[in-house]
């Protein structure tokens, strides 16, 4: 069998295979340490990135939501903010799913909300056209809120179907 250091860079599904059979045996002392560890870590950092850019989505469109909504349905009537809507239910379904997966983001959530919230202020302003300033300086939403399916911040939260 080919040396598991050389089959990580050859064929990393068997690679990765292998690994699974050594884990269930538990013999440890053939395992490729370092690129395991490697590829924990990244597992760990990928999930994280999802996190943060999922958040990032939903938070700006509850900005525009709360800021843009009222300004865009009085200038046109037929104005609804369905494609708004649709975007938050798929982020916060999909976090949903993501949080379900790896409970452990738990964790992280609130410190990943504040990290990710001057990114989504500025998604929100570039997207709506409104001055940064427009929005608060740090996240209005607290996790609850923002993974609630009921939750639309403002005055328009009645108008959801």
């Known amino acids: 069998m080919a040396d ?3 089959l990580y860079d050859t064929d990393y599904s068997t690679w990765a295979k292998r690994h699974v059979e050594l884990l269930r045996a538990r013999r440890f002392a053939e395992m490729d340490i ?10 760990s950092k990928s999930e994280r990135r999802e ?8 938070i ?6 709360e800021y843009q909504y009222p300004i865009l349905s ?3 009537r037929e104005f609804d903010g369905r494609s708004w809507r649709v975007t938050i239910t798929e982020q916060r379904k999909q976090l949903a799913v993501l949080l379900r997966q790896s409970p ?10 504040m990290a990710t919230y001057p ?10 056209r409104l001055p940064v300033e427009t929005f608060p300086p740090s996240c209005p939403y607290p996790a609850e809120q923002l993974l609630s399916d009921d ?10 179907d």
């Open 104 to 113: 452990g983001l738990k964790s992280v959530l609130d410190e990943t909300i």
């Open 74 to 76: 009085e200038r046109w």
């Open 119 to 128: 990114d989504a202020v500025d998604l929100a302003s570039k997207e709506s």
């Open 51 to 58: 996190l943060a850019s999922r958040l990032l989505i939903l």
């Open 34 to 43: 370092e690129h395991l560890l490697d590829e924990l870590s990244d597992m």
């Open 60 to 65: 700006a469109h509850l900005l525009k939501w």
């Open 151 to 160: 939750f639309y911040p403002g005055s328009t939260a009645m108008i959801i």
């Open 4 to 6: 598991l250091s050389t």
